[in-house]
């Protein structure tokens, strides 16, 4: 079984700047992706970045590349989302993701969220 566990978010001002960490741990396979979603009030999930473990290739969503940066830490099983000129429209619960299969979700691991508002 693979847990992720997420930390980082927080209140940060409009141009701020944050970093979430997700961990993995447990069993893990040797090919799989990991990457970031979030959900907005009123709003459906959205994909955000999400990063190849054999390679490191990233993939970002439209919105945010060019700002936010997925990285990788081989040796503590993490994963990092730098966040840099934060919008209010970044506002969110943010998750992790973890998957065999990506970007097939149906049986990925998910973290619990954690939520980083941008205060204008």
């Known amino acids: 079984q693979v847990q992720l566990v997420e930390s980082g978010g927080g209140l940060v001002q409009a141009g701020g700047s944050l970093r979430l960490s997700c961990a993995a741990s447990g069993r893990t396979f040797s090919s799989y992706a990991m990457g970031w979603f979030r959900q907005a009030p009123g709003k459906e999930r959205e994909f955000v970045a999400s990063?190849?473990?054999?390679?490191?290739?990233?993939f970002y969503s439209d919105s945010v590349k060019g700002r936010f940066t997925i990285s990788r830490d081989n040796a503590k099983n993490t994963v990092y989302l730098q966040m840099n000129s934060l919008k209010p429209e970044d506002t969110a619960l943010y998750y992790c993701a973890a998957s065999s299969s990506w970007p097939n979700l149906k049986d990925a691991y998910w973290g619990q969220g954690t939520q980083v508002t941008v205060s204008s």
């Open positions: 990063i190849i473990w054999s390679g490191g290739s990233t």
